[in-house]
């Protein structure tokens, strides 16, 4: 009887002590910073991560989010990860060229036929090895969100290709992409996105290329025309971590975020399309900007007058996984 006594008193002792050391000890700070709105797609996901994170692991867990460059801005990010300075990011597919050559597959003109195929792809298993491909770089991938397919804009419109001969394109950190408007004949110029609207404005280039959401909360549609309902691209994110940092984390906690993160993931990838479709609304409303709407014929011609980029770029990507990619458009593969 004394000896069960004692074990009680000792586990009393053990579980106290250990709720006083949560109590003490500092919560884990991990920063979440962004180049984008809170109302896109990757601001909401990042808030949505916080919520729940601070949620289910109260006291262990702070995390803070800085949305619109407003930590770190593109080309500063990356670098910060990989020192320490913040935990979590998602870059555009676009911007892992340094990284790993075979994410620019994302970048390919008119490879997927719609967000679907997308998700198939990132869903494969050829679509998650390049989640798991950087750690020898200090980067581990946690998902694919999506943003959506993007748009042409310009303050010329854009119908045949023809039409974006000699504008100035601001374009993410991308060879493909510098050498897709290269393709067309325009002339492509590597800008961080917090720029992109004052360049816009004051003319230092004539369009861009977006998908709505980036369109309508960085206001380009007040500076912008046009609008081609083009989806010739995606843009989506890879959400990546610094690997020693996650790998550092107490397993409880990195177990209880990977289960958030893939909550997160399903929720922020069923409603980009809406939010997408949200915010095109608004530009309409708006009143500031014509869509145009292609016929197949129209957007054939644009697709062929791009199609020499995937030659270009198909040894660094390789063949294999540009043939995964043109499997998902076939639904049937799932
Ligand atoms: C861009 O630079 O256009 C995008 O990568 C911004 C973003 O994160 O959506």
Redesign the pocket.
């Known amino acids: 009887m004394r000896k069960l006594w004692q074990r009680v008193c000792m586990s009393a002792l053990i579980v106290g002590s250990s709720i006083l050391v949560h109590a003490w000890a500092d919560p884990i700070v991990i920063k979440f910073s962004?180049?984008?709105a809170d109302t896109?797609p990757?601001g909401q996901g990042a808030l949505l991560f916080k919520q729940l994170a601070e949620e289910r692991l109260p006291g262990e867990v702070q995390v803070e989010v800085y949305p619109n460059s407003s930590l770190y801005g593109?080309g500063q990010e990356m670098d910060a990860l990989l020192v320490g300075d913040v935990h979590i990011l998602?870059?555009?597919l676009?911007?892992f060229e340094h990284f790993q050559k075979k994410i620019q597959l994302f970048d390919l003109p008119f490879l997927f036929d719609d967000m679907a195929a997308v998700d198939r792809f990132q869903q494969s298993d050829a679509g998650k090895s390049l989640l798991t491909s950087m750690e020898d770089k200090g980067i581990t991938g946690l998902g694919y969100w999506h943003?959506g397919l993007k748009q042409l804009s310009a303050n010329k419109a854009l119908k045949t290709p023809r039409d974006a001969r000699g504008l100035k394109f601001r374009v993410?950190n991308s060879a493909v992409l510098d050498e897709q408007f290269k393709a067309l004949r325009a002339n492509p110029r590597k800008m961080?996105?917090s720029e992109?609207y004052q360049g816009l404005q004051t003319g230092v280039v004539n369009g861009a290329e977006?998908?709505y959401t980036?369109i309508y909360s960085q206001k380009i549609h007040e500076v912008q025309d046009y609008i081609t309902e083009s989806n010739h691209g995606v843009?989506d994110?890879m959400l990546i971590t610094n690997t020693d940092f996650w790998n550092g984390l107490p397993e409880h906690v990195r177990d209880t975020l990977t289960d958030i993160i893939a909550e997160v993931t399903v929720e922020v990838n069923n409603q980009a399309n809406a939010l997408n479709e949200r915010d095109k609304q608004s530009i309409l409303d708006a009143g500031t900007t014509e869509i145009i709407y292609l016929t197949p014929e129209e957007r054939d011609a644009w697709r062929k007058a791009v199609q020499p980029v995937w030659e270009k770029f198909q040894g660094q990507v390789g063949a294999d996984l540009i043939e995964a990619a043109l499997q998902a458009n076939n639904p049937d593969t799932e």
Do not use: C, E, I, W
């Open positions: 962004h180049v984008v896109t990757k593109d998602a870059p555009s676009a911007k943003n993410q961080a996105f992109m977006n998908p980036n843009l994110y």
